[in-house]
């Protein structure tokens, strides 16, 4: 049966619109014969009950030789008595036996019947309608039958019928044909579409498909098509990029590890080694950390999920501080006590240890952290705002510091800036917890702005019910 089934879209709609408009066809001509039979019928039934009541009244005065000349539509009359003798007869049944011969009628029965006869009793190619009244006659009982022809009747039958009969298949194959061209021509864009869309490849990311100048939904489809080749591509040149940019990070370090063995090995100075090695040994853990940055950035391009679990985030924040070694200059703390979130305690580490050694290469002499709440239109959120004092990041380079392996011309070099992967790691992971990192205004040096939404747990307090809490990490004191 699935193989008599039409496989193509075109075909399976032109065979469904033919079933349907063939049932309502079918439907629709029952339901005219019906009617057309039931209308003509009634009205020779009408004309026959008319000149039967006519005669019967007739017969019931003992008047039947003042019977009127059938009308119009009625073709005989004939009135039987109880002995089976006609009383009254039209000429056109002179000779014709008593109708009591013909039917199942009787003068005890019902007063009125209905009976339809098929060419009798005059012997013609069509049917008649008959009504069958009883009446009392000065002389007894006695039946009038009266028959109304259905010549018409049949006529318009035989006429509808046959219009029907060569009407349907003409309107069936102009329904298909119709519906052929017209989806072939609504498919013929998508056709279009999938032909280009084969074609593409990925290194072809930069070919489109075309857009029919309808607005229809197969236009919107192909600029829907369009702009996922675009964002395709845009990804694309961005791993190109990528891969660039961490071959060229990767073989910095690596060449001058090279370098720094092949020294060694031909150095035969023993007191020289040490520090040969050491020099080694520190491009070996600048390799070590890219390399953990690049793996933790394929874990986000990824989109695992993550392990979405109840955070106090002032804690994390206190423990990434503390965690830290000497740094060169104090971070200072002003944290509110109590705020909750969602998400991965590594993850979120991460990303405060990632903007603390941000502001600590580049500050002068002051790092600070706030930790707080808001509530705004919707619903709170928690605000860590990292400030430094070094040369800031001017206002047109605010969204490019996020970007991989960006390091500003005056304040990020190779060797003092790092991989340029830190900002990046630390705003795709506030992405990765549905929170957004920014750099913003600041009276001077640098001011990133970490923004996460507070777990639907967290009560907490706002305005003057916050406590906040300050630190330094060579003293401490706190105020509420």
């Known amino acids: 049966m699935r193989r008599l089934w039409p496989t193509t879209v075109r075909a399976r709609a032109t065979l469904g619109a033919c079933l349907v408009v063939a049932a309502a066809l079918s439907l629709a001509s029952f339901a005219l014969l019906s009617l057309l039979e039931a209308n003509l019928l009634r009205n020779a039934e009408n004309d026959a009950r008319r000149q039967a009541d006519s005669v019967a009244q007739l017969a019931a005065a003992g008047r039947l030789d003042r019977v009127r000349p059938i009308g119009r539509g009625v073709e005989f009359v004939q009135v039987v008595g109880a002995d089976g003798r006609v009383l009254f007869a039209t000429p056109n049944l002179i000779g014709v036996p008593a109708f009591s011969a013909f039917s199942a009628a009787n003068p005890g029965g019902p007063r009125i019947r209905f009976q339809t006869w098929q060419g009798r009793p005059l012997g013609a190619n069509h049917r008649q309608r008959v009504v069958q009244v ?29 219009a029907l009969v060569i009407g349907m298949p003409l309107l069936l194959i102009t329904v298909a044909l119709v519906t052929w061209r017209v989806t072939g021509r609504a498919l013929r864009p998508v056709e279009a579409i999938r032909a280009e869309v084969a074609e593409i490849s990925d290194r072809d990311l930069h070919r ?36 660039a940019d961490a071959s060229h990070e990767l073989r910095s370090p690596i060449t001058v590890l090279r370098t720094q063995l092949e020294v060694a090995l031909a ?12 020099g080694a040994l520190q491009d070996v853990e600048r390799l070590q950390r890219l390399a953990s940055d690049l793996l933790l950035l394929a874990r986000i391009d990824a989109a695992q ?28 703390t002003r944290l509110e006590e109590g705020v909750r979130i969602a998400g991965s305690a590594l993850w979120i580490g991460r990303i405060i240890t990632n903007l603390l050694d941000n502001a600590e290469r580049y500050a002068d002499r ?5 930790l ?16 430094d004092d070094g040369p800031g990041i001017p206002a047109a380079d605010r969204d490019r510091v996020f970007e991989r392996f960006t390091r500003l011309d005056d304040s990020r070099s190779r060797d003092h800036g790092g991989a340029g992967l830190g900002l990046a790691i630390a705003r795709d992971l506030s992405a990765h917890h549905g929170g957004t990192l920014t750099a913003e205004d600041a009276a001077h040096g640098a001011r990133l702005i970490l923004r996460l939404p507070v777990a639907p747990t967290e009560l907490g307090t706002d305005g003057a019910a916050s406590i906040m809490r300050w630190n330094r990490n060579e003293g401490s004191s706190q105020s509420g």
């Not at 000065?138 to 010549?151: D, E, I, M, N, Q």
């Not at 106090?312 to 200072?332: F, I, M, Y």
């Open 134 to 162: 009883a009446t009392d006659t000065p002389s007894g009982p006695a039946v009038v039958y009266a028959g109304a022809s259905l010549r018409d009747a049949d006529a318009a039958d035989d006429t509808t019928t046959a």
């Open 208 to 243: 489109r498909v075309p857009v029919p100048t309808t607005r229809d939904e197969v236009a919107r489809l192909a600029q829907t098509m369009n702009t996922t080749l675009d964002r395709l591509e845009a990804s694309g040149a961005r791993q190109r990029q990528f891969i």
């Open 267 to 278: 150095v035969r100075d023993p007191e020289l080694w040490p520090e040969l090695i050491g």
């Open 305 to 332: 999920p993550v392990a979405a679990v109840d955070l106090d985030l002032t804690e994390l924040v206190d423990e990434a501080v503390e965690a830290r070694p000497a740094d060169r200059v104090p971070v200072r």
């Open 366 to 370: 002051r790092v600070e952290i706030t």
């Open 372 to 387: 707080r709440t808001t509530n705004g239109a919707g619903p709170r959120t928690a605000v860590l705002e990292v400030t």
